[in-house]
């Protein structure tokens, strides 16, 4: 019985840290080349529309209008941003529901490898993806990937796509308001649509808008050099 329990015990061992090396050995291969799909294109309902566009061919407000909407302290934390989860679990205790929390670097660990949801097994292994891309891609690389594989709208994944799609151009030209009204999209792109805001999505634009001029176009050069 000792013995039955040492084998299977070597054997989950084994395909564990196999599976480990797999993964390190594919954010590798990421880190210098496009995904070429993500777990959230495969799930998508939609036809899926991408096209791969460079971070240094996007102006910097792009990147920053996203930074401003969704992880203001992207290029300060370590992936996981504790605070957050901290007050997120607090008003979980409190009844109000188990909320996001995520950071940009979560949120490209999910998109790439996992499924939508708010279970705290879905949310652990965000965290331990998150810190794993911390580690071998950094920050440029995976500010990159977010603004290359988040979805804007009903199976258009990407900033390049969504700016061809909504506003006729490449994502190289875009205007800083257009940068915030495709960063107000993210939480929720299947419903919102930049060219059709309602007052609140209006305000959400304003207020984006606010927080990038704050945060000043050279907030995230030392992260982008």
């Known amino acids: ?64 209008a996203v930074v401003a909407s969704e992880d203001q302290r992207f290029p300060n934390h370590f992936g996981v941003d504790f605070t957050a989860i901290s007050k997120a679990l607090d008003q979980y205790d409190d009844g109000q529901g188990l909320r996001g929390a995520s ?40 500010l990159e990937v977010y603004l290359n594989i988040a979805e804007f709208g009903q199976g258009i994944y990407g900033v390049e796509a969504a700016s061809q799609h909504y506003f006729g151009r490449s994502a190289s030209k875009l205007t800083m308001n257009q940068a915030a009204r495709l960063a107000i999209m993210l939480p929720s792109p299947r419903t919102r649509n930049p060219n059709e805001l309602t007052y609140y999505l209006r305000q959400r634009v304003d207020w984006v808008e606010q927080q990038m001029q704050q945060l000043g176009l050279d907030y995230l050069k030392p992260i982008l050099e």
């Not at 090396?21 to 210098?32: A, E, H, N, T």
């Open 103 to 142: 950071t940009i670097t979560q949120q490209t660990a999910k998109n790439l490898f996992l499924w939508s949801g708010r279970s705290f097994i879905r949310k652990g292994l965000e965290a331990g993806f998150a810190i794993g891309l911390e580690t071998l891609w950094g920050k440029k690389r995976i």
């Open 1 to 64: 019985m000792a013995k039955r329990k040492q084998g299977i015990f070597k054997k989950t061992w084994t395909i564990l840290w196999r599976a480990l090396l797999l993964l390190i050995l594919v954010l590798l291969v990421f880190r210098f080349i496009p995904p070429p799909t993500t777990a959230f294109m495969l799930q998508s309902p939609y036809p899926v529309t991408q096209d791969w566009i460079s971070i240094d061919k996007l102006p910097p407000y792009m990147p920053l």
